[in-house]
T-cell receptor, first 114, second 109 residues
Framework: KQEVTQIPAALSVPEGENLVLNCSFT??????LQWFRQDPGKGLTSLLL?????REQTSGRLNASLDKSSGRSTLYIAASQPGDSATYLC?????????????FGKGTHLIIQP | DGGITQSPKYLFRKEGQNVTLSCEQN?????MYWYRQDPGQGLRLIYY???????QKGDIAEGYSVSREKKESFPLTVTSAQKNPTAFYLC????????FGDGTRLSIL
């Protein structure tokens, strides 16, 4: 059964720093991997989606990489801002395409200190 | 605007009571999903439906029931058999990428 692990569970850094969030998964047979952002008491917002054939995706200050063979993904946030404070969740789609749902990690709770 | 609407935002359940969480989407998506989120935990799949009048159990379906009579609607009932219902419930639609509602927080009175 696929398991997704996110490290660290929590992170607090001063504003302006670059940071890396880590995600690992046990079964490399995935269709794609997504990074989500969740604000307190809210639903999930998709940040980046990396197909299994891709190595990375970029959106603004965010860059996500994928190494499928080693079962790892990283989310790089450049020049962090207080507005980046949130919980970041990693989710993988099984190789069948995800019709039966995603498998999520427990998330990294990020605090950016002004 | 297109999106997913979950209601109510907060819900309280009394002992022995069934409660129903609403999920409506106007995105014309065939697939819909219910996830449960506990504090400090990731999302776990309760039920999913790929088409009207059809649904399947997810990883933690015990104590829950669903229906899919309309494409737009996928209500979740938390039955009295669910002994630990306190959690944040999220509804999603579409296979890829999934779109999420803003959730319903269920607590015990």
């Amino acid at each position: 059964k696929q398991e997704v692990t996110q490290i660290p569970a929590a992170l607090s850094v001063p504003e302006g720093e670059n940071l890396v969030l880590n995600c690992s998964f046990t079964d490399s047979a995935i269709y794609n991997l997504q990074w989500f952002r969740q604000d307190p008491g809210k639903g999930l917002t998709s940040l980046l989606l990396i197909q299994s054939s891709q190595r990375e995706q970029t959106s603004g200050r965010l860059n996500a990489s994928l190494d499928k063979s080693s079962g790892r993904s990283t989310l790089y946030i450049a020049a962090s801002q207080p507005g980046d404070s949130a919980t970041y969740l990693c989710a993988v789609t099984p190789s069948g395409g995800g019709a039966d749902g995603l498998t999520f990690g427990k998330g990294t709770h990020l605090i950016i200190q002004p | 605007d297109g999106g997913i609407t979950q209601s109510p935002k907060y819900l309280f359940r009394k002992e022995g009571q069934n409660v129903t969480l609403s999920c409506e989407q106007n995105l014309n998506h065939d697939a819909m999903y219910w996830y449960r989120q506990d504090p400090g935990q990731g999302l776990r799949l309760i039920y999913y439906s790929q088409i009207v009048n059809d649904f399947q159990k997810g990883d933690i379906a015990e104590g829950y029931s669903v229906s899919r009579e309309k494409k737009e609607s996928f209500p979740l009932t938390v039955t009295s058999a669910q002994k630990n219902p306190t959690a944040f419930y999220l509804c999603a639609s579409n296979i890829q990428p999934q779109h999420f509602g803003d959730g319903t927080r269920l607590s015990i009175l």
